[in-house]
């Protein structure tokens, strides 16, 4: 195979297996937020921020694979 | 279909042999702009606050509240809270000057093609690393402070039993990958939201990219909070005295 179609093979698979475990992480602490939210409605206040804190902490592995992909694809 | 990414910024001009690059000139930019609105404020302080006084007041105190409440320590929270509130409305300004409308047609023309003068400043990856590398040595020298310097090396390199100084190694690379993971998560987050941008808009420029841009603005805020508030976090348990070391400072 020529090299940019090797590249292009790479990045795909860089972010579509990087994006699983992200995308089960985000999705087990929506549930759990809900579930806490539905429990509680007063605390929503206070469980909606640090849920998008840690979302956006459980996202990072994501980010880097995208990082990775990007870094394959245009340089 | 082509599209004009780069993962370096572009050079737009030389200063002697020092390239400026269309990121510096707008961190420069959104720099001046934050310095010159805080010297408005400054100097118009008022007992009864006007509008912008009262959004500086609001933003100022809840954020303080917020440093407060991580540290549990008032004055600790003194300590730390410019550097968390700087970083943060840093980010927070460069990352949502990004949505001002029409600022990406500002091109200029040079031998490397056309340049956008406009450029997300976190999409900059030296940016993000420099400030990365000040909250890590930060944290490195609010560590030092509180264990002093032996104690901090004796964090590391632990001769007690294998097990411990297996463990302080891994130290030494949790430490290290700090720097990598507090810059890329910004870098990535930022760079994404422009490739996926200009993606979107190459393939239909009408409808379809509004609820990426939408997704945009969200990340732009949610990444300026959670930089600052990694930071304010490592801080804090750099600047903590653990359990088992008071027990050893109290028997020594």
């Known amino acids: ?75 | 279909m082509q599209l004009n990414i780069s993962i370096a910024p572009e050079i737009i001009f030389y200063i002697k042999s020092f390239p400026v690059t269309n990121s510096l000139i707008w961190s420069v930019f959104i720099s001046g702009f934050l310095i010159l609105i805080t010297l408005i404020i400054r100097f118009s302080l008022k007992m009864v606050p006007g509008r912008l006084q009262n959004c500086a007041e609001i933003l100022v105190e809840e954020s303080f509240n917020f440093v407060r409440s991580v540290t549990g320590d008032e004055e600790r929270a003194k300590k730390i809270f410019p550097l968390f509130c700087t970083l943060f409305i840093f980010i927070l300004a460069a990352n949502l000057f990004t949505f001002i409308p029409g600022q990406a047609a500002i091109n200029i023309k040079s031998q490397a093609g056309t340049i956008s003068i406009f450029r997300a400043v976190m999409a900059d990856y030296g940016t993000v690393l420099v400030l990365t590398i000040i909250s890590v040595i930060i944290i490195q020298v609010a560590a030092i402070m509180t264990h002093g310097p032996l104690g901090y090396i004796g964090k590391f390199l632990n001769f007690q039993s294998p097990l411990k100084f297996f463990l302080g190694l891994m130290d030494i690379v949790g430490e290290m990958a700090k720097v990598l993971s507090l810059s890329f998560r910004l870098f990535g987050n930022i760079f994404a939201g422009e490739v996926l941008g200009m993606v979107m808009l190459s393939l239909f420029p009408f409808i379809a990219p509004l609820p990426f841009m939408f997704l945009g603005v969200l990340t732009a805020i949610v990444q300026a909070f959670v930089f600052a508030t990694l930071t304010l976090v490592f801080i804090t348990l750099a600047s903590e005295i653990e359990e088992d070391e008071l027990v050893e400072q109290a028997s020594i």
């Open chain 1, 1 to 75: 195979m020529e090299t940019a179609a090797l590249k292009a093979l790479a990045a795909g698979l860089a972010i579509g297996l990087g994006a699983l475990g992200p995308a089960i992480g985000e999705g087990l602490i929506a549930s759990k937020a809900m579930e806490a939210i539905g429990r509680n409605p007063e605390a929503s206040v206070k469980i909606t921020p640090v849920m998008f804190v840690t979302m956006a902490i459980t996202e990072s592995t994501g980010i880097y694979a995208l990082v990775i992909a990007l870094i394959i694809l245009f340089s």
